[in-house]
């Protein structure tokens, strides 16, 4: 059940002065409706791909309630939504028949006809999954079987000759071609999910990070209708809002939000970077589409590929090494909170010793990228050192349990803290979260009925 969150109070005009683009222009168009509107039924609390298809999705099925979503940015999706590869994945590479890969195939099919009916621009551009070594090929065809299990469209084993013919210049001995699997601006869909909400009547709200989630001890000042609107989200600032219901979708800060509300710490979430190389503008011509390696179960992320881009571009990677910083996006970049929470984490420390050999790895190729180059010739030998530049970095909200296993399936939590069933926290949303968003958000929008009763 969808969280429904209901009354704002108090909020002054610096709280919402920052509103982003898909807000009203002018920010006094959303402080009127507040101060004429000063209870909520829902607040959803997060600006990124998932909490807005979750609030979009709720809007939708209840418009007689109001809602407001709440975003600690000065804009909506700055991070997750706004720091990933854009592919639209096909869900070839999941359990056949669990929810991950559900609701990836799923959400794939919901996202183009999302993305045609919005006129939105996109590119269905394919994946080639390529074997480069005779060792790969059994695990490259339990890929193609995995893929014809999840009922993924129109996947197909090639040869060499059918690799040069999709990619001029990569080598490989049998790929896994993916037609169907495509690249597209996650933010930009994002934002036009917030514009859909605000459509519906939803109020978006940015500057505000709630600091506090806790049952209120008398209605607000001005109320008639008593304790209707029990639940208080207040800022760093003072600043407080109120409603019925609330939904957190935290991503990166997705535990922290449920600490707050008095629920359970666990699964924690451990931040890790990932580094990408862009390829010079001249060696574009290299990379046709997207090219991936046959992942290696012994390993727990995918390894580097060739994705191109919606801008033109080609980013190559990425890497994945732990980020000393949840939004720190720079190799540099350091929290103390942030990295002592991590280190100190033992699920961390399990999964560290469980694979630390390819943890070193992934951190030498993140400073020395030539070695980084190294693995990614063995695709395109005619790639080198001097046809690439550092790129961008992405941070992924990785949720790990304390016996170091990665969570890969929804953690919903809010049944047992201070505010009891009132709040339903999204732990974790099954990756590939933006191209399952609109699927996720039912599971979501079912979720908070069931709970909240709606």
Same mark, same amino acid.
Request: net charge positive; with cysteine; hydrophobic share 40%.
């Given at each position: ?6 009354? @704002? ?7 919402? !002065?920052?509103?982003?683009? #898909?807000?009203?222009?002018? =920010? ?10 000063? #209870?909520? $039924? ?42 990933? %590869?854009?592919?639209?994945? %096909? ?10 890969? /559900?609701?990836?195939? /799923? ?23 390529? !074997? ?30 059918? @690799? /040069? ?19 597209? $601006? ?16 939803? #109020? ?18 001005? &109320? ?40 359970? =710490? ?17 060696? *574009? ?19 580097? *590929?060739? #994705?191109?881009?919606?801008? +033109?571009?080609?980013?190559? +990677? ?16 350091? $929290? ?5 929470? &991590? ?36 695709? @395109? ?10 790129? =961008? !970095?992405?941070? /992924? ?27 339903? *926290? ?5 990756? =590939? ?11 979501? !929008? ?9």
């Amino acid at each position: 059940m969808v969280v429904y969150v209901k009354m @704002i109070r108090n909020l002054s005009s610096a709280s919402f !002065a920052a509103l982003s683009a #898909t807000v009203p222009k002018s =920010p006094a168009t959303c402080l009127t409706r507040l101060v004429h509107s000063r #209870t909520y $039924d829902v607040a959803v609390i997060g600006g990124g791909i998932v909490g807005l298809a979750s609030a979009r999705e709720l809007i939708l099925r209840h418009p007689t309630l109001s809602f407001i979503l709440l975003e600690k940015e000065k804009e909506l999706a700055l991070h997750q939504s706004g720091h990933n %590869s854009g592919v639209i994945h %096909s869900g070839i590479y999941y359990t056949p028949g669990s929810l991950k890969a /559900r609701l990836c195939v /799923r959400g794939a099919t919901m996202a183009y006809k999302y993305l045609d009916k919005k006129g939105l621009p996109y590119k269905r551009c394919g994946k080639l999954i390529v !074997a480069v070594e005779r060792e790969e090929i059994p695990r490259l065809k339990a890929l193609y079987e995995r893929g014809q299990k999840n009922n993924v469209q129109d996947l197909t084993m090639i040869d060499a000759k059918g @690799i /040069r013919e999709r990619e001029p210049f990569c080598r490989g001995l049998m790929a896994l071609d993916s037609p169907n699997t495509g690249i597209v $601006d996650w933010r930009q869909v994002s934002l036009a999910y917030a514009k859909d909400f605000q459509e519906a009547g939803g #109020t978006v709200v940015t500057g505000y990070e709630a600091s506090d989630i806790a049952m209120a001890k008398e209605s607000p000042a001005g &109320a008639t209708e008593g304790m209707k609107y029990p639940i208080a989200i207040r800022d760093s600032k003072g600043t407080e809002v109120r409603c019925q219901y609330v939904l957190t979708c935290g991503g990166l800060f997705s535990d922290r939000l449920s600490q707050i509300s008095g629920c359970s =710490p666990e699964p924690r979430i451990v931040p890790f970077r990932g580094d990408y190389l862009v390829l010079k503008p001249e060696k *574009h011509y290299l990379v046709k589409g997207n090219i991936y390696p046959v992942p290696d179960p012994k390993f727990p992320f995918l390894g580097v *590929h060739f #994705t191109p881009r919606m801008d +033109g571009s080609v980013w190559l +990677g990425p890497n994945a090494v732990l980020a000393f910083k949840r939004e720190g996006y720079k190799m540099y970049d350091f $929290d103390i909170r942030d990295f002592g929470n &991590a280190l100190f984490f033992r699920g961390l420390q399990k999964l560290v010793l469980k694979n630390l050999a390819y943890g070193v790895g992934e951190m030498y190729r993140g400073v020395f990228i030539g070695a980084q180059v190294k693995i990614l010739q063995r695709f @395109i030998p005619e790639l080198s050192l001097r046809d690439v530049l550092r790129g =961008p !970095a992405g941070v /992924r909200a990785q949720a790990l349990d304390r016996d170091g296993n990665l969570v890969d399936d929804f953690v919903f939590d809010g049944g047992v803290c201070d505010v009891g069933s009132r709040v339903l *926290h999204v732990r974790n949303a099954p990756s =590939p979260a933006a191209t399952s968003s609109l699927a996720i958000a039912e599971v979501v !929008a079912d979720e908070a009925e069931r709970r909240f009763l709606l």
